[in-house]
């Protein structure tokens, strides 16, 4: 069975400052990756998703993340954190056969300092 | 474009109860997709629905269920609630195969 692991639960960032969010998958063949982002009381807004080609992936507002299969790693990076990226992140992974069920690890919480 | 709308946003109900709720897709998507939020267990798959058929199935009992209409709105139904099944419910919909969810803002459920 697929699944995700998120080693931090909590991560605290001054503004400004680099972030950068682990993630690391179980699955045999290449998965389909996903980052989103949950703002308190909101549902998961997608930041990006990786399914083929390029491992280098943009995402809105500035973030990327980049693939790695051996390492089985899906790290999401934004070079300067905003006080309005405090909010809980979670990586998520599906494969085709499983049409759109999605296992998710079970996030970071990101604090922004100012 | 409006997108994936939840009702209610909030509902509070006592064990035994049962209890629907309602998913309304953006237009044109035809695969919905329920999860269930807990702070102990995280995010977990229910169910998604594609064209009114059941596609997909998580690890959950029997008492919740779901349907697809026509329109593509569905809807889930937990029966015989229990203190457990507190919980924020997504609803995500897409178009097809595996693609971009678009999740709605969810549905509060607390059982009393």
């Known amino acids: 069975a697929q699944s995700v692991t998120q080693p931090d639960i909590h991560i605290t960032v001054s503004e400004g400052a680099s972030l950068e969010l682990r993630c690391n998958y179980s699955?045999?063949?290449?998965?389909?990756l996903f980052w989103y982002v949950q703002s308190p009381g909101q549902g998961l807004q997608l930041l990006l998703k990786?399914?083929?080609?390029?491992?280098l992936v943009q995402g809105i507002k500035g973030f990327e993340a980049e693939f790695k299969r051996s390492q089985s790693s899906f790290n999401l990076r934004k070079p300067s954190v905003h006080w309005s990226d405090a909010a809980e992140y979670f990586c998520?992974?599906?494969?085709?056969?499983?049409?759109?069920?999605?296992?998710f690890g079970g996030g970071t919480r990101v604090l922004v300092k100012p | 474009k409006a997108g994936v709308t939840q009702t209610p946003r909030y509902l509070i109900k006592t064990r035994g109860q049962q209890v629907t709720l309602s998913c309304s897709p953006i237009?044109?998507?035809?695969?919905v997709s329920w999860y269930q939020q807990t702070p102990g267990q995280g995010l977990q798959f229910l169910f998604e629905?594609?064209?009114?058929?059941?596609?997909n199935k998580g690890n959950f009992p029997g008492r919740f269920s779901g349907r697809q209409f026509s329109n593509s709105r569905s809807e889930m139904n937990v029966s015989t609630l229990e203190l457990g099944d507190s919980a924020l419910y997504l609803c995500?919909?897409?178009?097809?195969?595996?693609?971009?969810?678009?999740f709605g803002p969810g549905t509060r459920l607390t059982v009393l």
């Open positions: 699955y045999g063949a290449t998965p389909y």
């Open positions: 237009s044109g998507h035809r695969s």
């Open positions: 998520a992974v599906g494969r085709k056969a499983a049409g759109n069920k999605l296992t």
């Open positions: 629905y594609f064209s009114e058929t059941q596609r």
């Open positions: 990786y399914f083929s080609g390029d491992t």
């Open positions: 995500a919909s897409s178009l097809d195969g595996v693609d971009e969810q678009f």
